[in-house]
């Protein structure tokens, strides 16, 4: 097993692994490793299929049921996310506009989630160049490269958290919206704005211009000013990975050391179908 860093804060292609759901304890070591010191990994030319998908899910922590709309699931796999932008009968058969904006996930919910792994099926090309990738920020370098006084002023502060933030930067359409829903009914939740890693100790900033709504117990306006501040220093260009799908590849991130934004740049007739397992996480601190 070879490990291949990006040239980014974040992010390495692991080699000569085939995923499956009997790799030895050593190999998944190996990968939990990779995934603690680059907090996005990746798999090209894999051939995985819903069993395999959910069974080496199931090693890394015990899957979150997505309870969306069943229309965005596999059928007959209720731990497994479409997130496609296809339409078959007048129906979406996913996610429609699946995570099109910077978000760690469910950072809405009390215990959000640890992992997402992810598996490209139809991936958009045209002339030549591949659509539709994914944007990976660390929240690891962002901490680590932010500056003592913003440091002094979010130390020990906590942030508010809610799908129906008002200051998110992007909207889901109409028909997007359907599909989320119980989201909707959720109370704001309280994490700390510089979030320890569970399993490395390093601390990261754990706020995204999507669901964090301010800076808990502070006036509006200054709450507005540092959380667009964060957001704004977490996702620089330069602190970007983008990952450009393939046909094949196998992904996994971690939600606590990352954010993500999936590009919106293709449409139909240009399809694109990934299928997503997630794994809960453990409550922030
Ligand atoms: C997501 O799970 O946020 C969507 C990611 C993607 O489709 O690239």
Redesign the pocket.
Known sequence: MQVVPTNKPLGAEIRGIKISSDLSEQELAGIRQALDDHSVVFFRDQELDEATHVAFSKRLGSLRVPRLNSKALVPGWPDLTV?SNIIENGEPIGLLE???YW?S?NCFKQVPNSY?L?YAQEIPQQHGKML?G?MFASALHAYETLDGEMRQRIAGRKSRNNFQNPFRRKALSADAAKIYWEEKQEPDSVHPIVRTHPRTGRKGLYVNETYTVGVDAMEQAQSREIIDFLCNHITRPEAIYTHE?HVGDFLIWDDCASQ?N?IADYQLPLR?K?R?TTVQGTTPF
């Open positions: 997130l699946a995570g099109q978000h996930d997402a992810l539709g994914t799908w993500h999936a694109r990934l997503r």
